[in-house]
T-cell receptor, first 113, second 113 residues
Framework: RKEVEQDPGPFNVPEGATVAFNCTYS??????FFWYRQDCRKEPKLLMS???SGNEDGRFTAQLNRASQYISLLIRDSKLSDSATYLC??????????????FGRGTSLIVHP | GAGVSQTPSNKVTEKGKYVELRCDPI?????LYWYRQSLGQGPEFLIY????????DSGLPNDRFFAVRPEGSVSTLKIQRTERGDSAVYLC???????????FGPGTRLLVL
């Protein structure tokens, strides 16, 4: 199966900082992209979908760079509550019509006072 | 509305035993996914259903693993002759369609002694 790579971190940042994570993928035919947030011992929760034109949701901005095959997540004005693991997901349709979502291993973010 | 539910939340079993893990998806969601997550890793795709049929089971590690979704709603993941290496969190997710965002249940923590 194709690879999805993330820097595991941890990224250790002060409150109020801006932090960005990247996620690279190997299959240029990948078609759907998402960011999830996972707190310790909890299930992943959808943070945002990633659209070709880029999209923003409050302090969070997601972008897709198809040419370089990566997606990014930017968090502005970090809050203590942003501390979590951020997982990227890349989905591809295979010949035959199957759809396979592949998760990265996650990037750990720690926001400190 | 109700989210994805999974039972049991925890399961401790002995090597060689058979276990069943249950997932109840969000009502109306046609796609249902099973993942396995080990510590420090992202969720690893196992199998997904579109309706009642297993659309892709390429992620199942071996023939000890099997899943069903007989009526297109609730799904059961079955593991025969469990091994210690099967210990992990088993996550279920549902989505309204392929390539749509997925919504996860709280997972079943399986420990094989």
């Amino acid at each position: 199966r194709k690879e999805v790579e993330q820097d595991p971190g941890p990224f250790n940042v002060p409150e109020g900082a801006t932090v960005a994570f990247n996620c690279t993928y190997s299959n240029s035919a990948s078609q759907s992209f998402f960011w999830y947030r996972q707190d310790c011992r909890k299930e992943p929760k959808l943070l945002m979908s990633v659209y070709s034109s880029g999209n923003e949701d409050g302090r969070f901005t997601a972008q897709l760079n198809r040419a370089s095959q990566y997606i990014s997540l930017l968090i502005r004005d970090s809050k203590l509550s942003d501390s979590a693991t951020y997982l990227c997901v890349v989905g591809e349709f295979l010949s035959g019509g199957s759809y396979i979502p592949t998760f990265g291993r996650g990037t750990s973010l720690i926001v400190h006072p | 509305g109700a989210g994805v539910s999974q039972t049991p939340s925890n399961k401790v079993t002995e090597k060689g035993k058979y276990v069943e893990l249950r997932c109840d998806p969000i009502s109306g969601h046609t796609a249902l996914y099973w993942y396995r997550q080990s510590l420090g890793q992202g969720p690893e795709f196992l199998i997904y259903f579109q309706g009642t049929g297993a659309a892709d089971d390429s992620g199942l590690p071996n023939d000890r693993f099997f899943a069903v979704r007989p009526e297109g709603s609730v799904s059961t993941l079955k593991i025969q002759r469990t091994e210690r290496g099967d210990s992990a969190v088993y996550l279920c997710a549902s989505s309204p369609g392929l390539a749509a965002p997925q919504y996860f249940g709280p997972g079943t923590r399986l420990l094989v002694l």
